[in-house]
């Protein structure tokens, strides 16, 4: 599976968008983008995933830039309950692993 | 539902001890993984099975046994408990291993001595 690279944190305001990057230039044509995140020290939760088609759903969108070389998770609104660690993860469906890397801690302020 | 259920939720034991960390999914998912998370940093996979019957080693098996004898249960099995086992231990299943939507259990905190 491809590696990712994501910034280690990231700020943002209350009510604002989240846009959180993931690089994945070693991604191939069958890599799926999943999105995770990790409140607190709770069990990771599942957000979204795309496979070149922007994707929304009720928690959040994913971009997928036309190279697929890198995305953007976007959290349009986002509360004091979205501070997490968000894991960008790239996987071949037929493979049977899903590796975390380090994630991005998001911290919202008030 | 109950979904990905695990137990305990804290344990402590004490060098070369064994214990058995049970994860019990109620959900019909064929894939169930073991992730240990040290403190600061990203999730390590130990174990997974794809089906009842079929386990395999992730990234980090080594101290560790697994099973698979019903697709519900998949325990994790610390033989003789080292320091360096000291983490958050979390459960997961998803319908099959083509899914990648993962659901995870609250997690199990275990210290060695």
């Known amino acids: 599976d491809a590696k990712t690279t994501q910034p280690p944190s990231m700020d943002c305001a209350e009510g604002r968008a989240a846009n959180l990057p993931c690089n994945h230039s070693?991604?191939?044509?069958?890599?799926?983008v999943y999105w995770y995140r990790q409140i607190h020290s709770q069990g990771p939760q599942y957000i979204i995933h795309?496979?070149?088609n922007n994707e929304t759903n009720e928690m959040a969108s994913l971009i997928i830039t036309e190279d697929r070389k890198s995305s953007t998770l976007i959290l349009p609104h986002a509360t004091l309950r979205d501070t997490a660690v968000y894991y960008c993860?790239?996987?071949?469906?037929?493979?049977?692993?899903?590796?975390f890397g380090e994630g991005t801690q998001l911290t919202v302020n008030p | 539902n109950a979904g990905v259920t695990q137990t305990p939720k804290f344990q402590v034991l004490k060098t070369g001890q064994s214990m058995t960390l049970q994860c019990a999914q109620d959900?019909?998912?064929?894939?169930m993984s073991w992730y240990r998370q040290d403190p600061g940093m990203g999730l390590r996979l130990i174990h997974y099975?794809?089906?009842?019957?079929?386990?395999d080693q992730g990234e980090v098996p080594n101290g560790y046994n697994v099973s698979r004898s019903t697709t519900e249960d998949f325990p994790l099995r610390l033989l003789s408990a080292a320091p360096s086992q000291t983490s958050v231990y979390f459960c997961?299943?998803?319908?099959?291993?083509?899914?990648?939507?993962?659901?995870f259990g609250e997690g199990s905190r275990l210290t060695v001595l």
């Open positions: 993860i790239v996987r071949d469906p037929s493979g049977s692993r899903l590796t």
């Open positions: 070693t991604i191939s044509g069958n890599e799926y």
């Open positions: 795309g496979l070149k």
């Open positions: 959900m019909n998912h064929e894939y």
């Open positions: 099975s794809v089906g009842a019957g079929i386990t």
């Open positions: 997961a299943s998803m319908t099959g291993f083509k899914s990648g939507e993962l659901f």
